[in-house]
């Protein structure tokens, strides 16, 4: 299989061939990478974008008609793919921003005021270290309000996994609001 040009290994893949999609996953992956490393530098964040675009080709290895080369196709998703990531990391900026600012028209106490802002910094910060899709997903449901469907829907992702990634990532914050402060926890 590996001696086969991508046009060979395409074909083969729409006849659901998974050596070829494995030929092609390790024939593109460090190029793409590389490439994904100049523009973001979340490690974590470049593979899961590198799985999202692999994801999308298997699924969609029946309909897929490439215009140009297969490389083309890949570094065009990876680009359409980085210009979401910064997209997405622009929107919760703007809404830790926006949360600010409304935050400092509520007069509270200096002692507040500072326990509010450490508690802020805390839960950007786990928001922040979580992998890409679980960001995403989070963002959504939190700041956009969206529903599991919603957001599967937007996606591409099963509701289920919807919701696993935002009880993983709520979980995340609480074990790290438990840790940092030490809240008792019912069990």
Same mark, same amino acid.
């Given at each position: %299989?590996?001696?086969?040009?991508?046009?060979?290994?395409? *074909? !083969? @893949?729409?006849?659901?061939?998974?050596?070829?999609? $494995?030929?092609?996953?390790?024939?593109?992956?460090?190029?793409? &990478?590389? $490439?994904?490393?100049?523009?973001?530098?979340?490690?974590?964040?470049?593979?899961?974008?590198?799985?999202?675009?692999?994801?999308? @080709?298997?699924?969609?290895?029946? #309909?897929?008609?490439?215009? +140009?080369?297969?490389?083309?196709?890949?570094? #065009?998703?990876?680009?359409?793919?980085?210009?979401?990531? &910064?997209?997405?990391?622009?929107? $919760?900026?703007? &809404?830790? =921003? *926006?949360?600010?600012? /409304?935050?400092?028209?509520?007069?509270?106490?200096?002692?507040? #005021?500072?326990?509010?802002?450490?508690?802020? /910094?805390?839960?950007?910060?786990?928001?922040?270290?979580?992998?890409?899709?679980? *960001?995403?997903?989070?963002?959504? +449901?939190?700041?956009?309000? %969206?529903?599991?469907?919603?957001? !599967?829907?937007?996606? +591409?992702?099963?509701?289920?996994?919807?919701?696993?990634?935002? +009880?993983?990532?709520?979980?995340?914050?609480?074990? =790290?609001? !438990?840790?940092? &402060?030490?809240?008792? $926890?019912?069990?």
């Amino acid at each position: %299989m590996e001696h086969l040009s991508d046009k060979a290994l395409m *074909q !083969a @893949l729409q006849e659901n061939r998974e050596d070829a999609f $494995r030929v092609l996953y390790e024939r593109h992956w460090d190029m793409l &990478y590389s $490439r994904a490393f100049r523009k973001i530098s979340a490690t974590d964040d470049i593979a899961d974008i590198l799985q999202e675009i692999f994801i999308y @080709l298997w699924k969609n290895r029946h #309909t897929i008609q490439l215009q +140009s080369t297969l490389s083309n196709y890949l570094l #065009t998703a990876l680009d359409y793919k980085i210009i979401d990531y &910064y997209r997405a990391k622009a929107v $919760r900026i703007n &809404y830790y =921003r *926006q949360f600010l600012e /409304t935050a400092s028209d509520i007069h509270f106490g200096v002692t507040e #005021t500072i326990q509010f802002r450490e508690l802020e /910094t805390l839960i950007a910060g786990e928001v922040t270290a979580m992998p890409s899709r679980m *960001q995403q997903v989070f963002v959504l +449901s939190r700041d956009k309000g %969206m529903s599991a469907a919603a957001i !599967a829907t937007h996606l +591409s992702m099963s509701e289920q996994t919807v919701r696993n990634q935002i +009880s993983i990532a709520l979980r995340r914050i609480r074990e =790290r609001l !438990a840790n940092t &402060y030490s809240f008792s $926890r019912k069990k």
